[in-house]
């Protein structure tokens, strides 16, 4: 695990398992429900460049703080934290919108985002759930929502979107394509999705591979590595890592950087975050 100054990259785990005096209880005012202690949480990203940005992992289970004696349990949350995205990564659970009464099944791969301040009840079943979570929140209003985004880590659509941005130094790039499951959020700039890169796809060479330099220029990037390996420099550090499959892996906007896809297919879960609200 990464801790360090806004700026810098985070580096963490999926499957990060630190003593367990390092896992924190998940303790919250909840507007509508009071003061609640729900499962422990893990944090790998503490901040962002802009608004209140924060990743990690998050846990139920037999021992934990607000949980059953078999590990099951239930959670009344009205999202006052700002809008929350998460992969899960083990465990099932049954999410009700409250508003509507809409239910969920949710299970290890499916993918959750839902804004600020919509009221959920959720059914966790034992033995245990671990979600890898984004938190974001920005005193700018963006778009009111109120209901959940679902998706999965495997969906594979039929229409990707090439992924093209401008680079400040190196003007315009393109690498990979894109899937967006949520192009806004509830407070300032929000985006995310799934990204991968290959064999035939655009920006990448003919054996999948594919380098670019990036800044991550429309905001912060948390992102959790699916399948595939990729090699990162820091361009203003020097320092390298080796990153693969259930890698999470956090840039600041405008940290240069050069991102490498070495496996013949590269695969990841993105979330992009700015403060300010997105223009027309």
């Not at 929502?145 to 659509?157: G, S, T």
């Not at 393109?174 to 967006?180: A, S």
């Not at 940290?255 to 590269?266: E, I, N, Y």
């Amino acid at each position: 695990m990464t801790t360090s100054t806004v700026g810098a990259i985070n580096i963490g785990d999926r499957n990060l398992n630190p003593p367990r005096a390092d896992w924190i209880p998940f303790d919250w005012v909840d507007p509508k429900y009071g003061p609640q202690t729900k499962g422990e949480v893990v944090v790998i990203r503490p901040e962002g460049t802009s608004g209140s940005l924060s990743s990690g992992l998050w846990r139920t289970g037999h021992e934990i703080a607000g949980c059953e004696p078999d590990g099951s349990c239930i959670v009344d949350y009205s999202a006052p934290l700002g809008d929350e995205t998460m992969v899960i990564l083990e465990g099932s659970a049954e999410i009700t919108e409250v508003a509507t009464g809409t239910k969920h099944q949710i299970a290890a791969g499916t993918i959750l985002s839902h804004p600020k301040n919509v009221d959920l009840h959720w059914e966790i079943r034992e033995p245990f759930l671990k979600k890898f979570w984004v938190m974001w929140d920005s005193p700018e209003p963006a778009t009111p929502q109120d209901h959940l985004f679902v998706a999965n880590i495997n969906d594979d659509p039929e229409v990707w979107t090439p992924y093209e941005w401008t680079e400040p130094d190196h003007g315009p790039q393109v690498c990979g394509e894109l899937f967006t499951i949520r192009d806004t959020g509830s407070t300032g700039t929000y985006l995310c999705g799934l990204w991968r890169t290959g064999v035939g796809i655009a920006g990448c060479e003919p054996d999948g591979t594919s380098t670019v330099p990036y800044t991550a220029p429309l905001g912060d990037e948390t992102m959790l590595i699916l399948e595939g390996r990729a090699h990162l420099l820091d361009e203003e550090t020097g320092q390298e890592w080796d990153i693969q499959a259930g890698d999470v892996v956090c840039l600041p906007s405008g940290r240069p950087v050069r991102w490498t896809s070495l496996a013949p297919f590269v695969k990841k879960f993105f979330v992009i975050t700015e403060a300010s609200a997105p223009t027309a």
